[in-house]
């Protein structure tokens, strides 16, 4: 998604997305989302760290990592009588039938949102199709929309007034529970899905270790691919696997409990003036 800039990118950020730019032209660690993957208890809500510790995931959690609006009204999920005009004619602009079988194309709306054209409503879809397909809700299939995704593209004329951070973790844990029963059945998945940039930051800012400019959100202008490569393999165990770095209990909005607690005393005497003038 480079080249959005100047006109483009006002529209991006008029629709509540503007902070996911520091995600465009990155690329996920694959190793370490698939093993995050698997650390994702789907019935729970939880992620577990390497050492057996286990953090609740919230919609709270996905606004501060990804900065994303957290609005009032709920994205649409399903087609109905009061979307289905709207869904025809998103179905009529990106549509493609591929094996038999039609769906949404993102690589048609990344063509588009690359294209001559801006702010418009098609533009606002499309963008909402790249995004959604490539960074909040994807599946292994990074050329066609999943379906269930398609209600959702109804929102994009007033997107900053949806709650998009419920929407990404609801979408993360279902494909964690197709993932949890693929590597039960079958010993392993093919790929997963689901937002593991969100997780990824999620686990690292738990990692013991000094903290990364602990209280700036949202967190994803904190973590560039490199740094984000660096903490990841400082975690890797002998076998391959992750989880070698202990867990650290701690919460976003609060001060960060690695993080240095003294105070240069220039407002009041040290112990030995106090001393002295007693």
Known sequence: MEGLEGAKMKVVEGMGFGHLKHLFGQAMNKELGYWLMT????????????????????????????????????????????????????????????????????????EYVLGEEVDSEKYRVAFLVVLLGMFLCPTTNFSSLASELTPALCAAEEASQYDWCSFVLDFLLRRARAFSHSFENDGYAVGCGGCTYFLAIF??????????????????KVYDKELLKNVAEADRRNSGDFGKTKSVDVAYGEVHPRAARDIYPTESLTFAEEVRSN
């Open 203 to 220: 686990y690292v800012d738990r990692l013991r270790r000094p903290p990364v400019r602990w209280g700036e959100y949202p967190r994803v």
């Open 39 to 110: 650390r994702v208890n789907a019935d729970t809500g939880e992620l577990m760290g390497g050492d057996g510790r286990e953090f609740t995931l919230s919609s709270e959690q996905v606004q501060c990592v990804l900065g994303i609006p957290k609005g009032e009204r709920p994205v649409p999920l399903q087609m109905d009588d009061t979307n289905k005009v709207e869904i025809d004619k998103i179905c009529r602009w990106f549509s493609k039938v591929e094996y038999g079988k039609a769906s949404i194309s993102i690589v048609d709306a990344k």
